[in-house]
């Protein structure tokens, strides 16, 4: 009887669950179930206005037959709405309409915007949702939407935690990795359209001739799926490269260098869409070397490229050694360069005012220089939120950002308008959004399985920023595992709660940049080396003693970043009594027996927030065993590993810093919360033997 009742439940749960087969996630969101499965598909398909040879359209059909999509189906391409639309920006607008039979309509003014339908209304199928009486237009928030890579030549990638670069370099061209077409298809999928191959402390060798004619290869590769190449250019190249005795941007032959290396550019990419710059920041070279600003160096390179109609995109971190606040260096820096930036010039802008970590404030320049062209720049990879081991989801970190009001205009001024629509269409129309790529040549692309939502993330977000953090994850889980509806409640609430855990458990309150070392994994808030740059140093961030804890940039008695930004926020975060809990130590220093919101001290809101986020890596793993069932073994124990290590690491992010601070202060610990598990002094002597480029394992942390 109990034999039976046991066969029963078996055959119960196989109806249910079906064995899943092994997947190592190289094939991404873009599993298309029914591919290689059935016959091919007899499509019905009608071209108007375009030729059904076009190699884009040949990709969209392709996918159409992948994706198992079998009913009639019409694309049409019409004329460009407005004569205004200029390079960058093609027109990808599209619209989709389908009959109550399925039967579609596609229509865009270019066969880009005719891909771009197609994998939306793909997306709809495989989200389970009804392709039926779809009736919708779609353009992109942002023209240009752009993934930096950091990879060097020799094949490491700078904050990559993903194994080595995508580009074999030296393979090229004799051989072609299937992976670069695989690469701009999933690009395409969620509408990225820009992608910077190499590092932006670039190589001067980048622009050897040897390699443009690689960068080609990429870029012919990329073209029909719409990815534009772009290249980090070293300031110095034309000494390091042309030998010329300087890169004075002044110098005359300098700047013909520069012509001669855009000319050539073009000469192999046609349609090559810029440069992207870091100039004079954490060493690098630039304009400042010779005693010119940073609107020197940006115009002579936007002047070589503007007969092509390429741009640059010029980036604002910089911060000089031994100033007194890091902070605000970025603002004090530019904005007095306002308006004198050239229209194919746009300034690139991390998301905050420090450095990509877990929660930061916007970053003041941001509707600071109202006659200068913005965008924003995220870090998909986790350089500073644990790498590929910590299961983090950003679209609710990027959105934060996005949505913030930064008070600078009488009308909606938060950073999406300010860095897409009204700068945009008061400047010359260059709209762009770019985020540091996750992505290697790991099997499953990012390391993490569910670091790959983050680069889908970012492109459906770049796309349509109405899009909520909620929507897109979905999204991603149904076509990444299944869209079984409980599996998809509590995977996307999953993602969704990871952000707060991981600012509780890593650095709540405002703490920031007290990570170990120069790899940035795990706590070090003691780190300090002889000699060593100030501002390097978590010391230099948290500024412990006996009495408290923050970094004071307030203007009565600190730094003053406070005033950086417009009122309200200025007074906002200016009163100690005013300031939210989760910006407190940023701009303020607090005694450690201080009351905070919450009616706690510091120091026990500090052991509460580090006791939350430990529960909540725990509750992590609890929660994606309970969604096995609906997840094959290989993908299902690889999350399962990296949760593990995911709440060792929230353990030893909670023991480091606490033990850490009580060491200023003495307090005991609060009496309802758990003691530490291991000893500062192990804790202090404990280094992580990782290159800058690998991803800590387990091994790696025998503590
Ligand atoms: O986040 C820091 C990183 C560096 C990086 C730099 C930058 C590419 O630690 O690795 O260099 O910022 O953004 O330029």
Redesign the pocket.
Not at 350 to 363: L, M, S
């Given at each position: 009887m109990v034999k039976k009742k046991f066969l029963v439940l078996c055959l119960f749960c196989l109806m249910d669950f079906p064995l899943l087969q092994a997947e190592d996630g190289s094939k991404l969101w873009l599993r298309t179930p029914s591919a290689n499965q059935c016959e091919p598909l007899e499509m019905d398909v009608v071209c108007k206005g375009v030729d059904k040879n076009h190699p884009t359209m040949k990709i969209a059909m392709r996918e159409l037959q992948e994706g198992g999509w079998s009913q009639r189906i019409e694309y049409k391409l019409v004329k460009r709405k407005s004569s205004k639309a200029k390079p960058p920006a093609v027109d990808e607008e599209y619209s989709i309409y389908t009959d109550a039979d399925g039967k579609a309509l596609l229509t865009s003014a270019s066969t880009q915007g005719l891909l771009y339908a197609t994998y939306d209304l793909l997306r709809h199928k495989a989200c389970g949702e009804p392709v039926e009486c779809i009736n919708k237009v779609e353009k992109p928030t942002y023209a240009l939407r752009v993934l930096n890579h950091?990879d060097n030549l020799n094949g490491t990638i700078?904050?990559g935690y993903a194994g080595n670069s995508l580009w074999k370099w030296e393979e090229m061209p004799q051989t072609i990795s299937p992976r670069y077409e695989q690469y701009a298809r999933a690009c395409a999928s969620v509408g990225i359209n820009a992608s910077v191959l190499n590092?932006?402390?670039a190589s001067p060798e980048m622009l050897a001739t040897a390699y443009l004619q690689k960068v080609k290869i990429l870029a012919d590769i990329f073209r029909p799926y719409g990815v534009k190449v772009y290249l980090c250019v070293n300031f110095a190249s034309p000494k390091e490269l042309g030998k010329l005795p300087t890169a004075d941007p002044m110098d005359e032959k300098v700047i013909a260098w520069w012509q001669d290396k855009a000319k050539e550019i073009y000469q192999l990419v046609p349609d090559f869409g810029g440069f992207l710059v870091?100039a004079n920041?954490?060493g690098k070279p630039g304009p400042c070397d010779y005693g010119r600003t940073h609107v020197d160096g940006a115009n002579m390179l936007a002047d070589a490229l503007r007969p092509y109609g390429g741009i640059v995109m010029w980036?604002s971190?910089v911060y000089k050694a031994a100033s007194e606040d890091r902070a605000m260096q970025a603002l004090l820096e530019f904005e007095s360069l306002d308006g004198r930036f050239r229209d194919n010039v746009i300034l690139q802008i991390?998301n905050g005012p420090v450095?990509?970590q877990p929660r930061e404030p916007f970053n003041p320049l941001f509707g600071r220089m109202p006659h200068t062209q913005q965008m924003v720049e995220f870090?998909i990879t986790q350089?500073?939120l644990g790498a590929s081991n910590h299961l983090f989801y950003q679209a609710p970190l990027w959105k934060e950002c996005l949505d913030a009001n930064t008070y600078c205009r009488q009308s909606d001024s938060s950073v999406k308008p300010t860095v897409a629509g009204i700068t945009a269409q008061r400047l010359h129309g260059l709209s762009a959004i770019a985020g540091?790529a996750n992505i290697g040549d790991d099997i499953n692309w990012c390391g993490h399985h569910f670091a790959q939502a983050n680069w889908y993330a970012f492109g459906r977000l770049a796309w349509n920023e109405q899009l909520t953090s909620e929507e897109i994850a979905k999204e991603w889980l149904k076509q990444t595992f299944t869209d079984n509806t409980d599996f998809v409640k509590s995977a996307s609430q999953l993602m969704l709660d990871t952000r707060e855990a991981l600012v509780n458990y890593m650095m709540p309150i405002g703490l920031h940049h007290i990570f170990a070392e120069?790899h940035?994994y795990g706590p070090a808030p003691w780190y300090t080396e002889k000699g060593m740059r100030a501002d390097w140093s978590p010391l230099y961030y948290h500024r412990s003693d006996s009495l408290g804890i923050g970094f004071d940039r307030t203007v009565a008695t600190g730094s003053g970043g406070t005033a950086q930004y417009a009122s309200p926020l200025f007074d906002m975060w200016e009163n100690r009594a005013t300031c939210p809990d989760e910006y407190l130590l940023w701009f303020h220093r607090v005694g450690w027996n201080e009351k905070l919101h919450s009616g706690r001290t510091l120091w026990h809101e500090l052991c509460h927030r580090y006791q939350t986020g430990l529960e909540q890596a725990r509750g992590f793993q609890k929660r994606w065993d309970a969604l096995q069932p609906y997840v094959d073994k290989e993908r299902f124990e690889h999350v399962q590993h990296k949760l593990k290590i995911q709440t060792h690491d929230a353990q030893w992010w909670k023991d480091a810093c606490l033990l850490y601070f009580q060491t200023f202060h003495h307090l005991p610990f609060p009496s309802d919360y758990e003691r530490p598990v291991y000893d500062l002094e192990q804790l202090m002597n404990f280094h992580i033997g990782l290159s800058l480029h690998g991803c800590p394992t387990r091994q790696q942390l025998r503590l």
């Amino acid at each position: 009887m109990v034999k039976k009742k046991f066969l029963v439940l078996c055959l119960f749960c196989l109806m249910d669950f079906p064995l899943l087969q092994a997947e190592d996630g190289s094939k991404l969101w873009l599993r298309t179930p029914s591919a290689n499965q059935c016959e091919p598909l007899e499509m019905d398909v009608v071209c108007k206005g375009v030729d059904k040879n076009h190699p884009t359209m040949k990709i969209a059909m392709r996918e159409l037959q992948e994706g198992g999509w079998s009913q009639r189906i019409e694309y049409k391409l019409v004329k460009r709405k407005s004569s205004k639309a200029k390079p960058p920006a093609v027109d990808e607008e599209y619209s989709i309409y389908t009959d109550a039979d399925g039967k579609a309509l596609l229509t865009s003014a270019s066969t880009q915007g005719l891909l771009y339908a197609t994998y939306d209304l793909l997306r709809h199928k495989a989200c389970g949702e009804p392709v039926e009486c779809i009736n919708k237009v779609e353009k992109p928030t942002y023209a240009l939407r752009v993934l930096n890579h950091w990879d060097n030549l020799n094949g490491t990638i700078e904050r990559g935690y993903a194994g080595n670069s995508l580009w074999k370099w030296e393979e090229m061209p004799q051989t072609i990795s299937p992976r670069y077409e695989q690469y701009a298809r999933a690009c395409a999928s969620v509408g990225i359209n820009a992608s910077v191959l190499n590092n932006v402390n670039a190589s001067p060798e980048m622009l050897a001739t040897a390699y443009l004619q690689k960068v080609k290869i990429l870029a012919d590769i990329f073209r029909p799926y719409g990815v534009k190449v772009y290249l980090c250019v070293n300031f110095a190249s034309p000494k390091e490269l042309g030998k010329l005795p300087t890169a004075d941007p002044m110098d005359e032959k300098v700047i013909a260098w520069w012509q001669d290396k855009a000319k050539e550019i073009y000469q192999l990419v046609p349609d090559f869409g810029g440069f992207l710059v870091k100039a004079n920041s954490e060493g690098k070279p630039g304009p400042c070397d010779y005693g010119r600003t940073h609107v020197d160096g940006a115009n002579m390179l936007a002047d070589a490229l503007r007969p092509y109609g390429g741009i640059v995109m010029w980036r604002s971190f910089v911060y000089k050694a031994a100033s007194e606040d890091r902070a605000m260096q970025a603002l004090l820096e530019f904005e007095s360069l306002d308006g004198r930036f050239r229209d194919n010039v746009i300034l690139q802008i991390k998301n905050g005012p420090v450095d990509f970590q877990p929660r930061e404030p916007f970053n003041p320049l941001f509707g600071r220089m109202p006659h200068t062209q913005q965008m924003v720049e995220f870090q998909i990879t986790q350089e500073y939120l644990g790498a590929s081991n910590h299961l983090f989801y950003q679209a609710p970190l990027w959105k934060e950002c996005l949505d913030a009001n930064t008070y600078c205009r009488q009308s909606d001024s938060s950073v999406k308008p300010t860095v897409a629509g009204i700068t945009a269409q008061r400047l010359h129309g260059l709209s762009a959004i770019a985020g540091v790529a996750n992505i290697g040549d790991d099997i499953n692309w990012c390391g993490h399985h569910f670091a790959q939502a983050n680069w889908y993330a970012f492109g459906r977000l770049a796309w349509n920023e109405q899009l909520t953090s909620e929507e897109i994850a979905k999204e991603w889980l149904k076509q990444t595992f299944t869209d079984n509806t409980d599996f998809v409640k509590s995977a996307s609430q999953l993602m969704l709660d990871t952000r707060e855990a991981l600012v509780n458990y890593m650095m709540p309150i405002g703490l920031h940049h007290i990570f170990a070392e120069v790899h940035h994994y795990g706590p070090a808030p003691w780190y300090t080396e002889k000699g060593m740059r100030a501002d390097w140093s978590p010391l230099y961030y948290h500024r412990s003693d006996s009495l408290g804890i923050g970094f004071d940039r307030t203007v009565a008695t600190g730094s003053g970043g406070t005033a950086q930004y417009a009122s309200p926020l200025f007074d906002m975060w200016e009163n100690r009594a005013t300031c939210p809990d989760e910006y407190l130590l940023w701009f303020h220093r607090v005694g450690w027996n201080e009351k905070l919101h919450s009616g706690r001290t510091l120091w026990h809101e500090l052991c509460h927030r580090y006791q939350t986020g430990l529960e909540q890596a725990r509750g992590f793993q609890k929660r994606w065993d309970a969604l096995q069932p609906y997840v094959d073994k290989e993908r299902f124990e690889h999350v399962q590993h990296k949760l593990k290590i995911q709440t060792h690491d929230a353990q030893w992010w909670k023991d480091a810093c606490l033990l850490y601070f009580q060491t200023f202060h003495h307090l005991p610990f609060p009496s309802d919360y758990e003691r530490p598990v291991y000893d500062l002094e192990q804790l202090m002597n404990f280094h992580i033997g990782l290159s800058l480029h690998g991803c800590p394992t387990r091994q790696q942390l025998r503590l």
